[in-house]
């Protein structure tokens, strides 16, 4: 069973910065996409950032610019930068992976959320 486990999260003043890392317990060399969602009270999940097997990003609109997603295959390791939070960015953040056509995943993991609260 694949594990996903998110770390980082916790409280900061507006304009502060903090960076999320989320660790596959396989090694993510052949897996897909891998990202950042996030879901706020009483919302829908969405896209924050994705990152490719290849490097290609794709931000959410509200992340450009301010949010940098990153990948190191290395160490099985997907980290989210953000800087300028806002209070709207208070929510819970999911690491998620797709699987690759001829990878070693088969399905689609979730990791277990982190909280992010952006107050002061």
């Known amino acids: 069973q694949v594990q996903l486990v998110e770390s980082g999260g916790g409280w900061v003043r507006p304009g502060g910065s903090l960076t999320l890392s989320c660790r596959a317990s396989?090694?993510?060399?052949?897996?897909?996409?891998m990202g950042w969602y996030r879901q706020a009270p009483g919302k829908e999940r969405e896209l924050v950032a994705t990152?490719?097997?290849?490097?290609?990003?794709n931000y959410s609109d509200s992340a450009k610019g301010r949010f940098t997603i990153s990948r190191d295959n290395a160490k099985s390791t997907v980290s989210l930068q953000m800087d300028s939070l806002k209070p709207e960015n208070t929510a819970v953040y999911y690491c998620?992976?797709?699987?690759?056509?001829?990878?070693?995943?088969?399905?689609?993991?979730w990791g277990q959320g982190t909280q992010i609260t952006v107050s002061s």
């Open positions: 998620k992976g797709d699987p690759k056509y001829g990878g070693i995943w088969s399905k689609v993991y």
């Open positions: 396989t090694a993510i060399v052949d897996v897909g996409a």
């Open positions: 990152i490719t097997s290849s490097g290609d990003t």
